[in-house]
């Protein structure tokens, strides 16, 4: 699995533990709906402007985001 499957992975499961529709997730972080879809498929290399409006957007921070161990090696 490559670290933007591993990325995608991680907001979808955050998204549906905040029990968020990607449409809503969309709202809340200010990034089109499609575009966070094909992220939580693998499919978008994100900048971290946009990985900071979906932390956000899903009520974290970079730190705890990625202190899990989905993303270490």
Same mark, same amino acid.
């Given at each position: 699995?490559?670290?933007? @499957? +591993?990325?995608?992975?991680? #907001?979808?499961?955050?998204?549906? $533990? *905040?029990?968020?529709?990607?449409?809503?997730?969309?709202?809340?972080?200010?990034?089109?709906?499609?575009?966070?879809?094909?992220? @939580? +498929?693998?499919?978008?290399? #994100?900048?971290?402007?946009?990985? $900071? *409006?979906?932390?956000?957007?899903?009520?974290?921070?970079?730190?705890?985001?990625?202190?899990?161990?989905?993303?270490?090696?």
């Amino acid at each position: 699995m490559n670290i933007k @499957e +591993k990325f995608g992975l991680k #907001v979808k499961k955050l998204r549906e $533990e *905040k029990d968020f529709s990607i449409e809503q997730l969309a709202n809340i972080s200010d990034v089109d709906r499609n575009y966070i879809s094909d992220i @939580e +498929k693998g499919k978008r290399n #994100v900048s971290i402007e946009i990985i $900071e *409006k979906i932390i956000i957007g899903l009520g974290t921070d970079f730190g705890t985001f990625f202190n899990d161990k989905g993303f270490k090696k």
